[in-house]
């Protein structure tokens, strides 16, 4: 087995796919202990990243900002980038986003040893070396092991290296309190970073309430861009009052606020997956997206399937006006939340 001494993970987005890859992380640091470890970023997610003895150095690359520069200070932003990564030196480059831009980074790199994953998209694989593996119809967290499983024997146990959160899990403990919820709520998520993925907020509601009735305390969580959904589901929900925990976290907050949690409750989205990393129970509804590629992993994920004829269609807009995500009924959502909020009962 090859030796590596400086290695470089290009993962920089978004949260659900960064914390897929966490695995592969764990795999190769397991694989590589004395090798030098760096994760290029996108900024709003570096934090989520474990640091020492996982990762040696984030490498944060800040694509926002170069979308708003002029067209004539970009190829100057992109050589002061390929002057960083020279000079670290990587003789392994793993490209586990799998496009043209993150392949173009690779490059960048001057590392000519480059592997990427077996879904390889928008021409990338003309750049980058394709691993597939005999998990290329699989879950997307082991089509990425199965990248570092071409390096060398790994163990089977999946690892999510965390951040240290303690003290962010102390800190929504107490936000709980002072919202008085003194057991682990069932967290619902109504956000999702495609539109075509949205649960009805009449459905969220619902479910609000017959949770309730069930003996359980709901709350709802998110980012500030959720906040519309969160108070509309509020609404709807009435007179059931639903604390609001929406954009009161950073990245490690809404780690520790999951932790709190009997289980979590959304659609295809960063917040399960970061739960279901914590150890805890989620639900997740799947229309657009399939479960049995990127669904919460592990035996405490659960998620609940539309039956629609389109489903899985991977458009981020929905042609036919959210036709399956409707056909996920507050029932079917009830019934698996009740039977995974037990597991940590």
Wanted: aromatic share 8%.
């Amino acid at each position: 087995m090859r030796q590596y001494q400086n290695i470089l993970i290009i993962k920089m987005s978004a949260l659900g796919d960064i914390i897929h890859a966490l695995p592969s992380l764990a795999a190769l640091r397991e694989l590589f202990p004395q090798a030098v470890v760096n994760w290029l970023v996108e900024p709003q997610f570096a934090d989520i990243l474990p640091g020492k003895p996982y990762i040696d150095e984030k490498i944060i690359f800040d694509k926002n900002n170069l979308k708003r520069l002029s067209f004539f200070k970009i190829p100057g932003r992109l050589w002061e980038l390929r002057r960083i990564l020279h000079s670290k030196k990587y003789d392994l480059v793993l490209d586990l986003q799998g496009l043209l831009k993150s392949t173009m980074i690779a490059v960048l790199s001057g590392c000519r040893n480059r592997l990427g994953y077996c879904e390889m998209r928008e021409g990338s694989f003309l750049f980058t070396k394709p691993v597939n593996g005999p998990n290329a119809k699989g879950h997307i967290i082991q089509r990425y092991l199965d990248v570092i499983r071409y390096l060398g024997p790994i163990s089977d146990e999946v690892v999510f290296p965390l951040p240290d959160y303690q003290a962010q899990k102390d800190k929504m403990r107490k936000l709980l309190l002072d919202y008085g919820v003194h057991s682990r709520p069932v967290l619902l998520f109504p956000g999702a970073g495609w539109a075509s993925k949205l649960w009805p907020i009449e459905n969220y509601a619902k479910l609000a309430k017959e949770l309730s009735e069930n003996g359980y305390q709901v709350a709802l969580g998110g980012g500030k861009g959720d906040a519309p959904l969160t108070r509309a589901v509020m609404e709807k929900a009435r007179p059931l009052k639903i604390p609001d925990l929406t954009g009161q976290t950073d990245l490690t907050g809404l780690l520790g606020l999951v932790s709190l949690a009997s289980v979590c409750v959304g659609s295809d989205t960063g917040p399960l997956h970061l739960a279901a990393a914590a150890g805890i129970p989620t639900v997740s509804l799947f229309g657009p997206s399939s479960g049995q590629r990127a669904g919460t992993y592990g035996p405490l994920g659960s998620y609940v399937s539309s039956d629609a004829d389109c489903s899985p269609c991977f458009k981020r807009v929905c042609p036919r006006e959210f036709f399956c995500m409707e056909r996920i009924s507050p029932q079917m959502v009830l019934d698996s939340s009740l039977k995974a909020a037990k597991m940590v009962a």
